[in-house]
């Protein structure tokens, strides 16, 4: 098999340091990598088409002894033994994280975290001003995901990684359409936090379904925009409940910033999703809940997991909202151990991945 390293490091639009103490940052967007060659311009055009974007945008996350001259970023990115890519949920975009992706690479430099906007969110917007519910619900965000890995050149390097998958809400209900036919053993790891699969949801799937109709109707009929500013409120109550300030702002600036009709058809799509082709390829796929999620039922949740037969030790329920990893005013002491807790399991989940891998290239 061919192997490739990274070639589009130094590609950056912006650079800085995280808050944490060696802890840097790198932003890119896909076509001003595709302006610079230093990616398949064809193969980009090709994936952007594919998934219906205008762009494509991350942020890396990577610690270091100093800050990482640029000419050395490629073999930084290459080195080490895989990386964490964030996937956001609705009207979110890579910001919503804070800081767990650097708290990540921080507690194992082996690591290096990307975080993406997606799905019409954030900087990588959908070129269809009226996307359809199969172009914006999660098997479509995950199929867009594990493209934009292989275009990236993750997989296949010179040495082994693992690509460690962790989404929140629509995120890690994307989480559960993984191709498994396209991953070896231990290639692949999956952490869902508070997953918005709402499949055993009828309430919140009549609620979101609903929900996306109405704003659907305000986007072609601004004589209803009054209705639609009662509804944002619920909107962000519900996604970011016991978050912190910095979230709510996010999501409030996001939902503004984003097309009308692209939160209709994503909220509408989850609503309405009824796919159950989910491969039950569980052994490294752990999902944690929170207690108090407004959003995600737990006993709906656990009954769809029961049914899809997915292991009871891969299952977390911590005391904590939709937002459990982020420290709000009401919610400092139990989110932050929830914080600290997702921290250890990605990391943990990493080296049992990591150890599997190694073990099947040594017998071949």
Same mark, same amino acid.
């Given at each position: &098999?061919? #192997?490739? @390293? ?17 802890v ?8 001003d ?13 090709n ?6 974007? =205008? ?7 990577w ?6 001259q @640029?000419?050395? &970023?490629?073999a930084?990115?290459?080195?080490? $033994? ?6 956001? %949920?609705? =009207? ?6 804070e ?7 921080a507690?194992?430099?082996r ?8 799905? %019409?969110?954030?900087q990588s ?5 009226? +996307? ?5 619900n999660?098997?479509?965000? &995950?199929?867009?995901?594990?493209a934009?890995?292989? !275009? ?7 040495? @082994? ?10 995120g ?7 191709? @498994?036919?396209?991953?070896? #053993?231990?290639e692949?790891t999956?952490?869902a936090?508070? +997953? ?7 309430l919140? $799937? ?30 962000? *109550? ?8 910095y ?5 409030n ?8 009709? #692209?939160?209709?058809a ?5 609503g309405?999703?009824? *796919? ?7 052994? !490294?796929?752990?999902?944690?809940l ?24 891969n299952?977390?329920?911590?005391a ?24 250890? *399991?990605?990391?943990n989940?990493?080296? $049992? ?12």
């Amino acid at each position: &098999m061919t #192997t490739t @390293p990274i070639t589009w490091a130094n590609g950056y639009y912006e650079r800085g340091n995280s808050d944490i103490p060696g802890v840097y940052s790198a932003s890119y967007r896909l076509n001003d990598l595709i302006a610079q060659n230093l990616i398949d311009p064809d193969g980009a055009r090709n994936f952007l088409i594919e998934a219906g974007l =205008t762009d494509f945008v991350w942020e890396v996350t990577w610690a270091d002894d100093s800050e990482t001259q @640029p000419e050395t &970023m490629n073999a930084r990115f290459s080195s080490g $033994q895989g990386y964490v890519v964030f996937i956001h %949920g609705w =009207t979110g975009n890579h910001r919503i994280w804070e800081s767990l992706p650097a708290l990540v690479t921080a507690n194992d430099r082996r690591l290096i975290s990307i975080s993406v906007d997606h799905n %019409g969110f954030g900087q990588s917007e959908l070129i269809d001003d009226t +996307p359809t519910l199969e172009s914006c619900n999660p098997p479509a965000a &995950m199929k867009t995901i594990e493209a934009w890995v292989e !275009l990236m050149c993750l997989r296949n390097q010179p040495q @082994p990684k693992v690509i460690n998958f962790v989404g929140h809400s629509m995120g890690g209900a994307a989480l559960f359409y993984l191709d @498994p036919l396209k991953w070896k #053993t231990g290639e692949e790891t999956r952490y869902a936090v508070a +997953p918005a699969l709402l499949l055993e949801d009828e309430l919140n $799937q009549v609620f979101f379904t609903t929900l996306g109709i109405g704003i659907g109707i305000v986007n072609f009929l601004p004589v209803f925009e009054i209705v639609e500013r009662a509804l944002k409120p619920s909107v962000i *109550d519900a996604l970011c409940h016991g978050a912190s300030s910095y979230v709510k702002e996010t999501h409030n600036i996001q939902y503004n910033e984003t097309a009308r009709s #692209t939160t209709a058809a994503t909220f509408v799509a989850m609503g309405l999703l009824r *796919d159950r082709e989910i491969a039950r390829n569980f052994d !490294l796929f752990r999902v944690i809940l929170g207690h108090r999620d407004r959003l995600v039922d737990v006993i709906a949740m656990m009954d769809l997991l029961n049914q899809l037969e997915f292991p009871a030790q891969n299952i977390r329920v911590v005391a904590g909202t939709h937002y459990l990893f982020s420290v709000g005013i009401d919610s400092v002491f139990a989110h932050a151990q929830n914080r600290e807790l997702i921290v250890q *399991d990605i990391v943990n989940l990493h080296e $049992q991945a990591f150890a599997l891998l190694r073990q099947s290239i040594r017998l071949g």
